[in-house]
């Protein structure tokens, strides 16, 4: 009668309609078939009796089938089928409807029991939240009530629970209470631990918290003082953003990384530096355990970004080439950078944070306007975001990096400088070494201090100022407190300008090098770590003999054990730390 595959498509088409749909149509061939007569319909007697039993044929196309059949072709089974007989022996063919429809089940919760909830949980963002002024570390949203990161939604939940047992009301569950949350209060969060945050903004975020039963006059000064503090950092990140966006546009497609001769770009570009957290190798993603209590071998990392392509250049430097992190170590960096990397730009607007002993001092001020008075730019604009608000586009890469750093097996200095080019799909981070692991210097440093100290004097309360602008046609420095401060300017050239030397360069400073004590450490204790055929490059056999050791030193320590955190800067533990990396 039916083939199975005839069967199947009639039961695929039946499985596409909804319930409703299904219902009206079981509903139609269930009206062709059914006896609902009070008399039976027997041809061969005379007299018919009245009907016991309700009668149902089963028609497909005109052709009579077993029931069973008819189920399997309509997807439904014996309950629904009597169900459906039934309702079209009470409504005929009717859409069925629930019989709970427009009926509140017993176990529903109140609306009261519901707004207690969602009051009790704003007032308890009022009694418990932070009212951090400003950015909310790890949100886009601004009108956020934050809770302290201990508050978990269990935590606010119990005490929920405590409160409500003095009333007469039903609690909720945990999952509904959750659900509550997410629908009524939304805005209402607990804030995840955060590091490296402004502690201008959190000082006065627990001056405002602490001040609620202050008079309004006290409370109303430490909210302005925050305000000004924000409102500030606004805009000194719209201008830095202003930037950004501007010389995107304004770049000619054709201009790329790369050496080009100086100001042959008539046009303002913006770049951005910084110094990572040094990094650690060798490094394992498995982590072996004996590792983690020991101090591998180091390399800081230097980045300047140019946000109109975006790119950023990535500087390694390894320990052994190191000669310290101040300003003569920033300089040579930039320097090197601008002049193979650069985009040969008359107008400069360079952004840095405000570490001193790295960005902000006289050395890094001296350098700028020796090029501008040099003839390697026309002007350039030196700012730096407020303290605490520093993230920009150096932070963007380095986070590439490191997440990938994180995954990948590194064994020397090639391996890292490798992540880096493939921390990212579209090249954002391209990668520089400095120097190698046997102290060749590829980025020589320069003694940059010492050289322009004879040309230029200090400037002024340095700290006090966020921007920092040179002309060529100045002999010195523009400062300003903020972006729309006042200018007020400071001559710095102590010597005629005919004794600048365009072409004269500072004597070059050679890297001390690893001693013989971290020579023999990473021998002994970090060799073992580090792949077979890179282990001479890495920790080599020292040349020179190992140092003696005091008796008093070593009577706590073995070969198997860490060396002392105080001798080998306090070991690297699984945080931040320090945000600089210093050795």
């Known amino acids: 009668m039916f083939s199975v595959g005839e069967l199947e498509d009639i039961r695929c088409c039946y499985l596409e309609m909804t319930r409703d749909e299904l219902d009206i149509a079981v509903l139609a061939k269930l009206s062709c078939g059914i006896h609902l007569s009070a008399n039976t319909s027997r041809s061969r007697k005379r007299e018919q009796t009245p009907r016991k039993a309700h009668r149902t044929e089963f028609f497909y196309h005109g052709q009579k089938i077993c029931r069973d059949t008819f189920k399997y072709m309509h997807c439904i089974g014996q309950d629904k089928l009597n169900a459906i007989i039934k309702h079209y022996k009470e409504s005929g063919v009717t859409p069925r409807v629930h019989?709970?429809?427009?009926?509140?089940?017993?176990?529903?919760?109140?609306?009261?029991d519901n707004i207690f909830v969602a009051h009790f949980i704003m007032n308890y963002a009022e009694a418990h939240g932070i009212h951090l002024p400003g950015r909310v570390p790890g949100y886009w949203r601004t009108d956020l009530k934050l809770l302290p990161s201990n508050c978990s939604k269990r935590k606010v939940y119990n005490d929920y629970c405590i409160a409500v047992s003095n009333t007469t009301r039903h609690p909720v569950s945990l999952i509904t209470f959750r659900r509550l949350w997410r629908e009524t209060v939304p805005f209402i969060v607990a804030m995840r631990p955060a590091t490296d945050l402004c502690w201008f903004c959190q000082k006065y975020q627990d001056k405002i918290s602490q001040a609620a039963n202050r008079p309004d006059a006290e409370k109303a000064k430490l909210h302005r003082i925050a305000s000004e503090h924000i409102?500030?950092?606004i805009k000194e990140r719209e201008l830095y953003q202003k930037l950004c966006a501007d010389t995107k546009i304004s770049r000619p497609n054709e201009l790329n990384v790369g050496c080009h001769a100086p100001c042959s770009y008539n046009g303002l570009m913006h770049y951005s530096m910084d110094f990572a957290q040094q990094v650690h190798y060798p490094s394992n993603p498995l982590q072996p355990g004996p590792i983690y209590f020991k101090t591998p071998r180091k390399c800081a990392i230097f980045g300047v970004a140019i946000e109109a392509i975006p790119r950023q250049v990535t500087f390694l430097l390894d320990e052994s080439v190191q000669t310290g992190k101040g300003g003569n170590c920033v300089?040579?960096?930039?320097h090197s950078f601008l002049e193979n990397y650069g985009l040969g730009e008359k107008h400069m607007h360079l952004h840095a944070d405000n570490c001193a002993g790295q960005n902000k001092n006289s050395y890094v001020m001296?350098?700028?306007?020796?090029?501008?008075?040099?003839?390697?730019?026309?002007?350039?604009?030196?700012?730096?975001?407020?303290?605490?608000?520093?993230?920009?586009a150096c932070d963007w890469c380095f986070g590439l990096f490191k997440r990938n750093f994180r995954r990948c097996k590194v064994d020397c200095l090639q391996d890292i400088s490798d992540v880096v080019k493939s921390s990212?799909?579209?090249?954002?981070?391209?990668?520089?070494?400095?120097?190698?692991?046997?102290?060749?210097?590829?980025?020589?440093?320069?003694d940059w201090s010492t050289f322009l100290n004879q040309y230029f004097r200090k400037v002024?309360?340095?700290?006090?100022f966020q921007h920092f602008n040179f002309d060529e046609n100045s002999t010195g420095v523009t400062v300003k407190e903020y972006s729309d401060s006042g200018e007020h300017f400071q001559d710095l050239l102590k010597v005629n300008i005919t004794d600048l030397q365009p072409r004269a360069m500072p004597q070059q400073i050679q890297p001390k090098g690893l001693d013989v004590k971290r020579q023999w450490y990473l021998y002994k204790e970090i060799r073992e770590f580090v792949s077979a055929d890179k282990q001479d490059l890495v920790c080599?056999?020292?040349?020179v003999a190992m140092p003696q050791v005091n008796d008093a030193d070593d009577s706590d320590t073995d070969d198997e054990t860490a060396p002392s955190l105080s001798k080998h800067g306090?070991?690297?533990?699984?945080?931040?730390?320090?945000?600089?990396?210093?050795?």
């Open 460 to 464: 002024k309360n340095i700290k006090t």
């Open 570 to 583: 306090g070991g690297r533990g699984r945080g931040r730390g320090r945000r600089r990396g210093l050795p």
């Open 331 to 334: 300089i040579s960096l930039l």
């Open 99 to 112: 019989g709970n429809k427009k009926r509140r089940p017993h176990n529903a919760m109140k609306a009261e």
């Open 540 to 543: 080599p056999l020292p040349d």
């Open 231 to 233: 409102n500030n950092a």
């Open 366 to 392: 001296w350098y700028l306007l020796w090029r501008v008075l040099t003839g390697r730019h026309i002007s350039i604009k030196f700012s730096f975001l407020l303290t605490g608000h520093t993230k920009f």
């Open 424 to 446: 990212s799909t579209s090249g954002v981070n391209i990668p520089c070494l400095t120097g190698l692991e046997d102290g060749s210097v590829l980025v020589p440093m320069y």
